[in-house]
């Protein structure tokens, strides 16, 4: 063994530049300086040739506990709406806007076959622009995750200057974002929103905070002042991912907790028959999450016992309850928090 990674290269097209991804064969090791050099005389059909240039860069990564695909696309992209379906889409040039299975340009590092191909163009004096590519909540592929995950894609950025950003809708129907992304890349990248600890940004009806489970609204592209016109985006492997906890003092993991307890609001909400509750506790308690009618009748005794501090979510069914509105109770130690959820059948 020499110490070089095996793998393998690609060169893919964006406008009239080449770019060269290599895709190794198993996951680089954390911690590890690695070098990557160029011979010169490499050309594209371009005529674009290369010269010897060498650099270095280090691992420096959780390591990633669980992965939970949303779209992988390998088998197409239905549930997915074309742009123009959605209301809120606005200053497209339509004819060249659409969304579309693509199975040359993927993601090899996870052995993809395929990826949703985006194009796009802008009307360049329309007084706005967004592009609203839409995941409706009957999807089968659109699956609930908690605030504690990071949200992920790898998108092959055209290098256009426009943005590109997630839309969620939290438990309470509202509508949150990830910040904008500058797509000032070109080739693959793995984007990432932390949930727990980067900006969420209200739209339309959002407030900026994730509350409840959460599922897929959309991904957003916008144009900037200096933007391109018109360009096409890959987007590949979106999913939820659970990550090691960063290693830290005794000290340190006490202020990763919240500092009081929490109780999120049910998701679904309106619900039928299922639902989910979650909650937060800042310390080590002895638990007890009721729910009970409009009359003070308990309907359910959920949870009664001794919880470790953290985030818990428990689900009613109320498959035998009838349709109103419900309170759920959560007791921890002497501290008692109370909300209100809808069953509808």
Known sequence: DDGSIRGSARLDQVGRQSILHFFPESDLKNNTEYTVTIQSGLADRFGNTTASESFTFET???????????DNFNSGISGWWVPQQSGSTTGIVTEVTSREHETTVVNQATGSTGSMRLGYGWIVDAPTHLLRQYLPPTASQNRQFSNQHILQAYIFGDGSGNRFRFMLRD???????????DLDWMGWKLVSWDLANDPVVGWVNGNGILDGLLRTDSFQLTKTADGADEGVLYIDDYRFVQLAAKETSGSDLLTDLPHELILEQNYPNPFNPVTQIAFTLPEHSEVTLEVFDMLGRRMALLVSENREAGRHEVSWDASRAASGVYVYRLQAGTQVLTRKMTLVK
């Open 60 to 70: 420096d990564a959780r390591e990633v506990l669980q992965v939970t695909t949303i």
């Open 171 to 181: 438990g309470n129907n509202q509508l949150e974002g990830s910040q904008w992304y």
